[in-house]
């Protein structure tokens, strides 16, 4: 698939895609980015979907336009569609307009199936020999086929090898692990005593660790020679037989190591999404997230949604996701907080508030704190970005000193009571 840049930067080239995702928008992270304040950080996406390519509008400020009409979530595009994303304009072409421009292509597929369209003049039976070409198209058949089966045979062979393997290797670390340390007290080798009368030997055979067998004469020069008992023999037999563990036990399974994170948000206050679930509002805390790749999406009322691939456990989520206003959003803010906001005699609120759905121009508005004096701010509203307006309030709030002779005495303000003034130098501050 081709993108041909019919107005923007660089006219005249083409974007060749081969891959089933492109996305266009203003971050760097994009596939073709346009530095510009109408297009939204993730405007759009083109998806190969079934063989037919879908263009999506990304929750864009300005939206996009196929053919001149506004798009609303997604639709299939046609060759030579014009995609108007801002001030950029795009023609798509696909990869299959060569092959579907081809006459003889078309010629082959309407003999296929039993017409006769006319080219330039003469049928299809005059361009095209029905013998020669199922001739030629059941040879090609049978190559395919052919290498088709060699290659398959040959891949099978490799897989088995490769099994055959990984399982000898598992067999001799099992065998390994298995292997068990001779006991000293089973194992005995064999001795042999010369007797101090007839100079006669007895062979001492070996002690097994199975009980109730007993003890068997040995013959020496034809004669019985009893065996002797030993304090390893009855150590022997009074212990239980040892059972050698299997050597091919079942393994263990490993149970996967799970990580809990804490999603921020600056400003704080926004819904946290994980994986389309919802955790809360930031800061939310996300527990039980396994090993791997996890989409993360923020959205607040009047920014814009804030959308992030992250890898566990390599990414560090202690950073808050920066949040930024929508174009034509004007927030006033306030220090100290809590003022109330005035447009002529209207109350709109109070401060931190968000100033939406104006028409564009320019606003005077009056804030009013509890104590402060009244400060005037002029807003402008633009559907290009967004804007911050903070008023630091000046107090008109003040300080009494009130002193006595004597001192000691009781200070009433207003009728209330608000202390006494000090016994050193009469003093008391209000």
Known sequence: MKLYIVKGENPGRELVVDKSEFTIGREVDNDFVISEVGVSRRHCRLSLVGGEWLIEDCHSVNGILVNGQKVDGGIILRPNDKITVFSHVFRFLPGDDARAADPRRSATRSFALGTSPEVNGQTTASIIKPNDTSAREAEKAASRTTSIGAAAVVKLIVLAIILVAAAYLIYKLRQTDDQLPADPETTVASQE????????????????????????????????????????????????????????????????????????????GAEVFVDKTSYGVAPAVVPNLTPGRHLVELQLDGYEDVSHQIQLPEDNTNK??????????????????????????????????????????????????????????????????????????????????VTSRPPGCRVYLDGIFKGVTSADTGELLL
């Open 320 to 401: 808050p996701f920066a949040m930024h206003l929508r174009a034509g959003v004007v927030l006033l803010t306030s220090n100290p907080a809590g003022a109330s906001v005035w447009h002529g005699r209207q109350l709109y609120g109070v401060t931190p508030f968000l100033l939406k759905n104006l028409p564009e121009g320019q606003y005077d508005f009056s804030l009013h704190g509890p104590g402060c004096e009244p400060y005037k701010v002029t807003a402008t509203v633009s559907r290009a970005k967004g804007e911050v307006i903070t008023a630091d309030l000046k107090s008109t709030l003040g300080s009494i000193a």
């Open 193 to 268: 005593t010369t007797t101090p009368d007839a100079g006669a030997k007895t062979a001492l055979l070996p002690e097994t660790a199975v009980t109730g067998l007993a003890a068997k004469p040995i013959q020496n020069n034809g004669e019985d020679i009893p065996a002797v008992n030993t304090p390893a023999d009855a150590a022997a037999e009074t212990k239980a037989p040892a059972t050698a563990p299997s050597m091919f036990a079942e393994p263990q399974p490993r149970k996967p190591t799970t990580s809990t994170i804490v999603v921020r948000s600056e400003p704080p």
